[in-house]
T-cell receptor
Framework: AQKITQTQPGMFVQEKEAVTLDCTYDTSDQSYGLFWYKQPSSGEMIFLIYQGSYDEQNATEGRYSLNFQKARKSANLVISASQLGDSAMYFC?????????????FGSGTRLSIRP | ETGVTQTPRHLVMGMTNKKSLKCEQHLGHNAMYWYKQSAKKPLELMFV???????ENNSVPSRFSPECPNSSHLFLHLHTLQPEDSALYLCASSLMTGNGEQFFGPGTRLTVL
């Protein structure tokens, strides 16, 4: 069965520092996709970044990068130069490669708090 | 309107009421989803609609009844709910092709008294 694990329920980081949010996954599929979402206190889930299982390079989107280590089944999110607006819940998620609709399972999330 | 919209944003209802949540996507997507987010629990997928047909129903109680009249609209009809159904209900949409990333609406915060 597929599973996403986020072991950090909460993190505090000083503004302008880089932060790494951990995510490990478990799947027997060869083809899958990994996502990170941000959920501010307003509730909306905001898509941040995507990594496909066959992508050889780590995905990057602005200040976000995904440290993909396939053998370790880990997909950590790195936020460079953190900002106060980065304070939110962050969810790692995975899509298996064979669904007719892209069913995604989510981890339990990490609450990130940025200190000024 | 852009993206995914949901109405109402907040809803308080008694256990004997009937209400509906509405979701609309303006992204040209062809799959739509309902999720439930309770406190201290991961996001739970409730229903998936692909090309207006329900393809997934994750053992959701019958007091939740989805409806997808077209690829842009999704409803969740609620009746005789329980207090434990109080949660944030999120709607999402995606394309059936490509990476499959889902785009979410702002959610409806439901309280059942």
């Amino acid at each position: 069965a597929q599973k996403i694990t986020q072991t950090q329920p909460g993190m505090f980081v000083q503004e302008k520092e880089a932060v790494t949010l951990d995510c490990t996954y478990d799947t027997s599929d060869q083809s899958y996709g990994l996502f990170w979402y941000k959920q501010p206190s307003s509730g909306e889930m905001i898509f941040l970044i995507y990594q496909g299982s066959y992508d050889e390079q780590n995905a990057t989107e602005g200040r976000y990068s995904l440290n993909f280590q396939k053998a370790r089944k880990s997909a950590n999110l790195v936020i460079s130069a953190s900002q106060l607006g980065d304070s939110a819940m962050y969810f790692c998620a995975m899509r298996d490669g064979y669904s007719s609709a892209s069913k995604i399972i989510f981890g339990s999330g990490t609450r990130l708090s940025i200190r000024p | 309107e852009t993206g995914v919209t949901q109405t109402p944003r907040h809803l308080v209802m008694g256990m004997t009421n009937k209400k509906s949540l509405k979701c609309e996507q303006h992204l040209g997507h062809n799959a739509m989803y309902w999720y439930k987010q309770s406190a201290k629990k991961p996001l739970e997928l409730m229903f998936v609609y692909s090309l207006e047909e329900r393809v997934e129903n994750n053992s959701v109680p019958s007091r939740f009844s989805p409806e997808c009249p077209n690829s842009s609209h999704l409803f969740l009809h609620l009746h005789t709910l329980q207090p434990e159904d109080s949660a944030l209900y999120l709607c999402a949409s995606s394309l059936m092709t490509g990476n499959g990333e889902q785009f979410f609406g702002p959610g409806t915060r439901l309280t059942v008294l």
